[in-house]
């Protein structure tokens, strides 16, 4: 095998290589940014539950102690 084949195999990986790395790091970043939007879209519907409205717990109501009386 001469040199310049070599130095050809060679190119040609170090092409794949950094091609491949430019479409790992694009999918890592749409991933990402994806995740993110899920994790927004997610948490705001959950933005505001906890100012003491909901879910409105009524512990007379709920209580129970009343479950063996036999009147």
């Given at each position: ?48 539950v906890q100012d003491n ?19």
């Amino acid at each position: 095998m001469a040199k310049n084949d070599k130095d050809d195999v060679r190119n040609e990986a170090q092409k794949q290589a950094e091609k491949a790395f430019a479409g790992f790091a694009n999918w890592t970043k749409y991933v990402t940014y994806a995740s993110l939007a899920f994790l927004l879209a997610v948490g705001a519907c959950n933005f505001g539950v906890q100012d003491n409205s909901y879910p409105a717990y009524n512990g007379d109501q709920y209580d129970p102690s009343n479950l063996n009386n036999k009147d």
